[in-house]
């Protein structure tokens, strides 16, 4: 089910309008390209286009002139500004991400081209996908529900697309399938915008995509409204939306926290929506895997061979640690140093499904050794593991970096993720016992495995267990008091979904770069060294800049934000 969206057919090649060109080529058509008419002819070619679009939420637009790593799906790169990972390698090695989290942020980084650049390609193939369903349907209408069931998820899709240039940039051009200047200014409000698009698509799309796995239907389109509601702070807007697909039954946490992060467990029951990601599928370069995320895994002597990004902050380790109640201990204030296998403290069994801990298990690798960790200390020495595969799960044959390379989806939003956005929004507008139901939830299913040496995933009491002592406890007393209500919701949001790139957008838009990462900073420093050098966040680092490049491409018209 997992190639249902897998691009058999190489029929885009048509995708102009791309809004980093207004070279005048782009009025010539293209030679040995299916023109709009043709694909429109049947229902081939309007499926082609859509497949197309879905296929750009990889990230990687295979053009090696770009970075992969800038336009990963996960936003990595770009979360390495918040207090949970580094760049990690080693010094010299990938420095241009560096600067993030040193907050030396740079127009003219590669990584933020390569983001625009792949972002609206989306956008453009989106479009491009809504103008040939319109013509396929103005010359079928007796195909209606399936020429506007493609509609609204492309409209859904170029509202997503829309929504990570809203994340990177907050100020970005809005393209519609209508537009034929593509040097548009960035003067527009996008969330409106977005929303309207993800509101337009919910009235178009399926109730429900049946075997089409890891398309849009209404659930997925209705999550994403109340998400883009939450960023505009609309909490009892997002709260109603989010209410719809609790109340639907479409989803359940998955009985072990793992399954999330298992190519088993890909498109199980708390998979809002992924990124369908296939290996050995007749693209030698594995293009259609985890391409923009393949160096975020152990390095050296480790099964994967490279590369030793992305590097967990010991702050982050910290996070994990619980109190006599199996609640979490707040990081502030607090002297950090290294939690190897075999400390005493009590912790969260989240810790090393989520951390590769020298000592500890890496999945089903064996334990986690020191010569996995690239730069030997630089950054650290935990490495990530939520986008590691399994021994035995399906890697690229044939290639050098074919270890590296798996059909491991990449989560975009799971029903965790959505369960405490609904929590948030009920300690702003709602219950705060509702948003303490939604906590606990999460909570006791992360008390239902652990990583075991027998098996990946074993009961956290098993006896094999000797590198940790796992502990996580409920809120059993009623919420009474809201900021103690907000900071419990901000904690989980953090400990369930680290590494998964929301961590840094979630410090936006709570207003709390200054404060989160100004005390994070000099505590992290006393261990990883370069951190010394960062300068302090301020108020511009609430929007990336936007790439030079663009800026010089749009004559103009688009304006860097402030600070920049």
Same mark, same amino acid.
């Given at each position: 089910m997992k190639n249902a969206l897998k691009l058999t057919v190489v029929a885009t090649a048509l995708f102009g309008g791309l809004v980093a060109c207004n070279d005048a080529f782009l009025d010539t058509?293209?030679?040995?390209?299916?023109?709009n008419a043709t694909l429109a002819s049947g229902k081939n070619g309007v499926d082609a286009t859509l497949i197309a679009a879905y296929r750009s939420l990889n990230g990687w637009t295979q053009n090696w002139n770009e970075s992969a790593w800038g336009a990963a799906p996960s936003n990595w790169v770009f979360d390495n500004a918040g207090d949970d990972v580094h760049k990690g390698s080693e010094p010299g090695d990938g420095d241009a991400m560096l600067a993030y989290e040193l907050f030396q942020w740079n127009p003219s980084d590669g990584d933020l081209r390569s983001k625009f650049i792949a972002t609206y390609e989306g956008i453009a193939r989106s479009n491009?996908?809504?103008?040939t369903a319109s013509e396929f349907l103005a010359n079928n209408p007796?195909?209606?529900?399936?020429? +506007?069931? *493609?509609?609204?998820?492309?409209t859904f899709l170029r509202g997503y697309y829309h929504f990570e240039a809203y994340k990177v940039w907050k100020k970005a051009p809005y393209y519609f399938e209508d537009d034929v200047d593509f040097q548009k200014a960035n003067d527009q409000e996008m969330l409106p915008l977005i929303i309207a698009d993800f509101e337009k698509a919910a009235g178009m799309v399926a109730d429900d995509r049946g075997g089409d796995v890891g398309r849009a239907d209404k659930m997925v389109v209705t999550a994403y409204l109340g998400k883009a509601k939450m960023f505009a702070g609309d909490y009892a807007g997002a709260l109603s939306a989010f209410n719809t697909v609790i109340n639907s039954g479409r989803y359940s946490l998955a009985d072990c926290f793992y399954d999330n992060f298992s190519v088993a467990g890909d498109n199980n029951s708390e998979s809002i929506f992924a990124v369908q +990601?296939? *290996?050995?599928?007749?693209?030698?370069?594995?293009?259609n895997s985890n391409f923009s995320e393949r160096l975020a895994l152990p390095h050296g002597a480790s099964p994967y061979g490279c590369c030793g990004f992305k590097t967990p902050s010991y702050d982050l380790a910290f996070a994990y640690k619980v109190d006599a109640n199996g609640l979490p201990i707040s990081t502030v204030g607090q002297s950090l140093d290294l939690l190897a296998a075999g400390d005493a403290s009590p912790v969260d069994p989240r810790l090393d499904f989520t951390i590769g801990?020298?000592?500890?298990?890496?999945?089903d690798w064996g334990n986690h050794e020191d010569s996995w960790v690239r730069g030997q200390g630089y950054m650290g020495w935990y490495s990530p593991k939520k986008n590691g595969h399994a021994q035995g799960d399906a890697s690229l044959?044939?290639?050098w970096s074919g270890a590296q390379l798996s059909n491991l989806n990449v989560e975009l939003m799971r029903?965790?993720?959505l369960l405490l956005m609904a929590a948030e929004a009920e300690v702003e507008v709602g219950s705060l016992e509702k948003a303490r139901e939604y906590v606990n939830m999460v909570r006791a299913r992360a008390g239902n495995c652990a990583q075991g040496s027998s098996a990946i995933a074993v009961d956290p009491s098993s006896a094999e267990i000797t590198w940790a002592t796992y502990q996580v406890g409920t809120y059993d007393s009623p919420w009474s008091d809201k900021d103690a209500a907000r900071n419990a919701v901000r904690t989980e949001r953090r400990?369930?979904?680290?590494?998964e790139g929301h961590r840094f957008f979630d410090l936006q838009r709570w207003g709390q770069v200054e404060n989160v990462l100004g005390e994070y900073l000099p505590r992290e420093a006393e261990l990883v060294t370069v951190l010394q050098q960062a300068q302090t966040p301020a108020a511009k680092h609430y929007a990336f800049p936007l790439p030079n490049t663009e800026i010089e491409r749009s004559g103009g018209n688009l304006v860097q934000n402030t600070g920049f």
């Open positions: 058509p293209p030679q040995a390209a299916l023109s491009s996908a809504i103008n007796d195909e209606a529900e399936y020429a +506007n069931g *493609v509609i609204g998820q492309a +990601n296939s *290996v050995n599928d007749g693209d030698a370069d594995g293009g801990r020298t000592g500890v298990p890496y999945l044959s044939g290639s029903y965790s993720d400990l369930e979904l680290a590494l």
